[in-house]
């Protein structure tokens, strides 16, 4: 199993960007997963956000990010990033990282949590 380790988040205005990293501690089974972003606001369940295929050929996002939340990877680097821009105060949550072993949106196929990073974006 992948430990990963997020980072990145703050407090930001609505409208501002910032870009969300994800690393992994295992070079040679990161190579091997698909990776995705899932977010919890207070109260609300864990939902997807995005997802990128082991070789960074695919990529899809929730339809409340697109045009404004990219994921990537860097496979050297063992790191995934989302990077998110024209931040709003509706993408106020937690935001973890995990690995499956297919690109899907389906929060059980996913494993190898991180311990999430705080974004907070106000109004």
């Known amino acids: 199993q992948v430990q990963l380790v997020e980072s990145g988040g703050g407090l930001v205005q609505a409208g501002d960007s910032l870009r969300l990293s994800c690393a992994a501690a295992s070079g040679r089974t990161f190579r091997s997963y698909a990776m995705g972003w899932f977010r919890q606001a207070p109260g609300k369940e864990r939902e997807f956000v995005a997802a990128i295929s082991w070789s960074g050929d695919s990529t899809y996002g929730a339809d409340s990010v697109k045009g404004r939340f990219t994921i990537s990877r860097d496979i050297a680097k063992m790191t995934v990033y989302l990077q998110m821009d024209s931040l709003k105060p509706e993408d106020t949550a937690v935001y973890y990282c995990?690995?499956?072993?297919?690109?899907?949106?389906?929060?059980?196929?996913?494993?190898?949590w991180g311990q999430g990073t705080q974004v907070t974006v106000s109004s």
């Open positions: 995990a690995t499956a072993q297919i690109l899907t949106s389906r929060l059980g196929e996913y494993d190898g």
